[in-house]
C-alpha cells in the first residue's frame, strides 16, 4: 500500500510563504502522476497542483504564478511551495498519488476521484 506523509503547514500571515513536503513510501514518486488538494471547512475538496511522471505540471488557475509543485526523485518526496499566501488559501492540504503516470491534458486539473491514494494532510492557515 502506498503511503504518504505530509509536513509544512502552519500558520502565516497573508504575503507569506510555506512548503508543503510529501514524503511517498512503497511507491516511486516519479512514476505516479502526483498532486496537491486542499479542503476547507464545509467546501468541497479541490485540486491545487498536480505533476506527472515526465514532470509536466498543472495549477488550478487560484494558484497560478504563486504555487509550485516540484519532486525530488533521489529522497522520493513531492514539495508544494506556495508563495504570497492569502486567507483564501487557508485550508487542510493533502498529498495524493495516481496509479497513472499520466494526469490527463492541461486544460483541467484531475478531480480528487481520480486519485487512489492520499496522505492525512497537513494544515495551513493564513491570517490577515
Known amino acids: 500500500q502506498v503511503q504518504l506523509v505530509e509536513s509544512g503547514g502552519g500558520s502565516v500571515q497573508a504575503g507569506g510563504s510555506l512548503r508543503l513536503s510529501c514524503a511517498v513510501s512503497?511507491?516511486?514518486?516519479?512514476?505516479?502522476?502526483m498532486g496537491w488538494f486542499r479542503q476547507a471547512p464545509g467546501k468541497e475538496r479541490e485540486g491545487v497542483a498536480t505533476?506527472?511522471?515526465?514532470?509536466?505540471?498543472n495549477y488550478a488557475n487560484s494558484v497560478k504564478d504563486r504555487f509550485t509543485i516540484s519532486r525530488d526523485n533521489a529522497k522520493n518526496t513531492l514539495f508544494l511551495q506556495m508563495n504570497n499566501l492569502d486567507f483564501e488559501d487557508t485550508a487542510m492540504y493533502l498529498c495524493?498519488?495516481?496509479?497513472?503516470?499520466?494526469?490527463?491534458?492541461?486544460?483541467?486539473?484531475?478531480?480528487?476521484?481520480?486519485?487512489?491514494?492520499w496522505g492525512q494532510g497537513t494544515q495551513v492557515t493564513v491570517s490577515a
Open positions: 512503497r511507491a516511486t514518486v516519479s512514476n505516479y502522476c
Open positions: 495524493a498519488a495516481r496509479e497513472n503516470a499520466v494526469c490527463g491534458d492541461r486544460s483541467r486539473l484531475l478531480p480528487a476521484i481520480a486519485f487512489d491514494h
Open positions: 505533476i506527472n511522471s515526465d514532470g509536466i505540471t
